[in-house]
């Protein structure tokens, strides 16, 4: 698919590099790969328009530091609203180029932008996705820079995000003794 190659190419010019399997990979070109096995994985009958939406899920990103906007809650959260956007924005234009039609576009963008999550089938396997790469690949390094209270209130949120189906994949991870730990507690406490 053309798009997919657009968005590959935006996500390979990622200036921070991250090592797997004995591999170094455009960070978000990386996470791009990630969310489309993630939901490929737990959807193997996904429509196209799913699998652009989670390709394109973080294309880009670099181009929005966190670090522009406030520390804190009410910045990351401005941040996270911004990223919806520019996410949804960025790929648009990389549809286009590709000669998608203006629905199927309208619906990439709804994806991106979380509109419909828990009603929409595809919005929640784009969102289970998200949810397993975090979980997967991404919670350890994190946990280990934060306090245990802030990674239980993030286990917590995450999971009210996921599909149960995603809760049960999420509970076979190979999380390591801390992490596990911290999940237990942030589902029993919650």
């Not at 591999?23 to 799913?50: D, F, K, N, S, V």
């Not at 911004?82 to 180029?97: G, I, N, P, W």
């Not at 396997?125 to 690949?137: G, I, K, T």
């Amino acid at each position: 698919m053309l798009a997919v190659s657009l968005i590959d190419q935006a996500n390979a010019s990622d200036p921070v590099w991250e090592t797997w399997q004995d591999q170094a990979w455009p960070r978000t070109y990386l996470y791009g790969l990630r969310m489309t096995r993630w939901l490929l994985r737990l959807h193997p009958e996904a429509t196209e328009i799913a699998f652009l939406a989670a390709r394109a899920q973080h294309v880009c990103r670099w181009l929005v530091p966190r670090n522009r906007y406030p520390k804190g809650r009410r910045g990351y959260l401005e941040w996270r609203t911004y990223l919806y956007r520019f996410h949804a924005e960025k790929t648009a234009q990389l549809m286009v180029q590709a000669g998608y039609g203006e629905q199927d576009i309208a619906e990439v963008r709804r994806i991106l932008m979380k509109r419909g999550i828990r009603r929409d089938p595809q919005v929640q396997w784009v969102e289970d996705a998200a949810c397993l790469v975090f979980l997967h690949y991404y919670f350890a390094p994190f946990a280990s820079d934060n306090p245990d209270e802030k990674i239980i209130d993030i286990v917590r949120k995450t999971w009210a995000k996921m599909s149960a189906e995603a809760h049960q994949e999420a509970m076979k991870l190979p999380l390591g003794e801390r992490e596990r730990r911290l999940v237990q507690l942030a589902l029993s406490s919650g």
